[in-house]
């Protein structure tokens, strides 16, 4: 029997076939609010954090969402960043981890390095 894809709750978005920290730096550069103090995107705490649960900031920018888990509200991340902001990230996650998918050196390096990688390859990051 084929597995079922798991159903998504009301006001949420599935992203259980995400990778957690792709999504986190997306959310970081699309953030515009920043806090102090402001700092580039660390890939080491983006591992930790991202299984922790709610990020309200991360690397000095407002993140405010969960996650860590199938499914993520992008409520409170809207709020802050815009109507569908949260959204569009998710689905730039998705058309990255695509790509992942056709080749997995897409995801090759991290940091500026990484960002740098995925502009060059067409990714509006």
């Known amino acids: 029997m084929a597995s079922r894809l798991p159903k998504v709750p009301p006001g949420y ?3 259980y076939w995400a990778e ?3 999504l986190l730096m997306l959310l970081h550069a699309h953030s515009p609010v920043a806090c102090e103090p ?3 995107f660390d890939f080491a705490e983006a591992e930790r954090v ?8 991360f ?8 996650i860590s888990g199938d499914f993520a509200s992008p409520k ?9 902001a949260f959204q569009t990230c998710v689905d730039l996650t998705k058309q990255i981890m ?25 990714f509006a990051i």
Not at 76 to 84: L, Q
Not at 99 to 115: F, T
Request: with cysteine; hydrophobic share 40%; charged share 25%.
């Open 13 to 15: 978005l599935a992203i």
């Open 20 to 22: 957690k920290v792709v």
């Open 38 to 40: 402001e700092r580039p």
């Open 50 to 57: 991202v299984e922790n649960g709610f990020i309200d900031t």
């Open 59 to 66: 690397c000095g920018k407002v993140i405010r969402a969960n």
């Open 76 to 84: 409170s991340y809207d709020e802050v960043a815009g109507p569908g």
């Open 98 to 122: 695509w790509a992942a998918h056709q080749d997995p050196s897409v995801l090759d390096g991290e940091g500026e390095l990484l960002a740098e990688r995925l502009c060059a390859l067409g």
